[in-house]
C-alpha cells in the first residue's frame, strides 16, 4: 500500500457529561489513537486501510487508501494544548515520517473533496517536527 497522507483528525470527542471519550481500540477506523489519557492505542495495521473517513476523497483519491490516520483526542493548537498529549503526537508523527518519508502530513481541516488547504495550527506542528532531525 503507498501512503501519501499521514491524516490528523484533532477532534475532541466528549461524553454527555462532558468528559472526554475514552477510547478502547476494538471499535475504531483510525490506525492510531492517542486518547484524552496520552495512551497510543494502535487498533489497525498500517498494512491495512482504514476506515476513518465518511466521505474519504480528495480529488479522485480514496484517502482511507492511501493514508495512515490519526485520532488524536486533543487541540492541535499550541497555545491550550495538552503537553503530554503533543509529546505523544510528536513522537507518533515523527516515527511515521521516518517510515513513510514523502507522506504529508494533513490536519483533518486541511483537506476536503477537490483539494488541500493549509491550516496555521497544522503549520505550527509542521513547524515543530521540522526541528527534529
Known amino acids: 500500500r503507498q501512503i501519501k497522507y499521514i491524516l490528523i483528525n484533532d477532534t475532541v470527542s466528549k461524553t454527555p457529561s ?3 471519550v475514552r477510547y478502547d481500540a476494538s471499535n475504531l477506523g483510525h490506525h492510531y489513537v492517542i486518547n484524552s489519557q496520552g495512551m497510543l492505542l494502535h487498533p489497525i495495521d498500517d498494512s491495512q486501510p482504514g476506515a476513518f473517513m465518511p466521505k474519504p476523497t480528495c480529488g479522485e483519491e480514496d484517502l482511507n487508501r492511501c ?3 490519526v485520532k488524536y483526542n486533543g487541540t492541535l493548537k499550541h497555545e491550550t494544548c495538552d503537553l503530554k498529549l503533543r509529546a505523544q503526537l510528536i513522537a507518533l508523527l515523527l516515527n511515521l515520517r ?3 518519508p514523502s ?3 494533513l490536519g483533518k481541516h486541511e483537506y476536503d473533496r477537490y483539494h488541500i488547504h493549509v491550516s496555521d495550527e497544522m503549520n505550527h506542528l509542521r513547524r515543530e517536527l521540522s526541528d527534529y532531525p
Open 98 to 100: 521516518d517510515r513513510y
Open 67 to 69: 493514508s495512515i490516520g
Open 103 to 105: 507522506a504529508k502530513i
Open 18 to 20: 462532558g468528559a472526554p
